[in-house]
């Protein structure tokens, strides 16, 4: 069974990095495009990033793009998440997933697979 386990996540005040990294097992993981979701109190789970199963090419949304960088290395099975510059708004618990069809998605339900998120906290 597919299984993905998201780790590095923490408390850091504004302006500080972190990287997340999600695990993956049971999955052919470089054959597929991986994506980082994040999900805060009270709101929808949105899109954070994603990346063609090569590593040729990436997707963010306005809201991360220059701050934040996904990157995957298919020998270890693993996709990374290196976030700068860090705000008090990109608090929340970040979920990594698989994605069902081709290209870099940004929809929730084009991604089949989740892991249970790592919790992201920026104070101010």
Request: proline share 3%; with cysteine; charged share 20%.
């Amino acid at each position: 069974q597919v299984q993905l386990v998201e780790s590095g996540g923490g408390l850091v005040q504004a302006g500080d990095s972190l990287r997340l990294s999600c695990a993956a097992s049971g999955v052919i993981f470089k054959s597929y495009t991986m994506g980082w979701f994040r999900q805060a109190p009270g709101k929808e789970r949105e899109f954070v990033a994603a990346i063609l199963w090569s590593g040729a090419s990436t997707d963010y949304p306005d809201s991360v793009k220059g701050r934040f960088t996904i990157s995957r290395d298919n020998a270890k099975n693993t996709v990374y998440l290196q976030m700068n510059s860090l705000k008090p708004e990109d608090t929340a618990v970040y979920y990594c997933a698989v994605a069902l069809g081709r290209g870099t998605p940004v929809g929730r339900y084009e991604y089949g697979f989740w892991g249970q998120g790592t919790q992201v906290t920026v104070s101010s």
